[in-house]
């Protein structure tokens, strides 16, 4: 299996930055796409961004020109650079891998990320 652990949330003000990381463990080189995803309260979870080993990259229109991703492929470590944060950014914001080998999607534990006047 695979485990994944995030780190790097916290409190930030309105038009702030912060940069999100994840590390991969276990069978990782199973892994095709990582991505963040974040839930706030009473919503449901959504996609922020995903990188595919491919290359290819796809963002939110919420989050398109404030928010960067990218992968250190050597350590199975992603990021997550947001800036210009927004009130609405609010939300636990969550790491994802998946594997097209075993048709398996991992999750790990949440980062809460508070943007706060």
């Known amino acids: 299996q695979v485990q994944l652990v995030e780190s790097g949330g916290g409190l930030v003000q309105p038009g702030g930055s912060l940069r999100l990381s994840c590390v991969a463990s276990?069978?990782?080189?199973?892994?095709?796409?990582m991505g963040w995803y974040r839930q706030a309260p009473g919503k449901q979870r959504e996609l922020v961004a995903r990188?595919?080993?491919?290359?290819?990259?796809n963002f939110a229109d919420s989050v398109k020109g404030r928010f960067t991703i990218s992968r250190e492929n050597d350590k199975n470590t992603l990021y997550l650079q947001m800036n210009r944060l927004k009130p609405e950014d609010t939300a636990v914001y969550y790491c994802n891998a998946e594997s097209s080998r075993w048709g398996a999607a991992y999750w790990g534990q949440g980062t809460q990320v508070t943007v706060s006047s």
């Open positions: 276990g069978s990782i080189r199973s892994i095709d796409v």
């Open positions: 990188i595919f080993s491919g290359g290819n990259i």
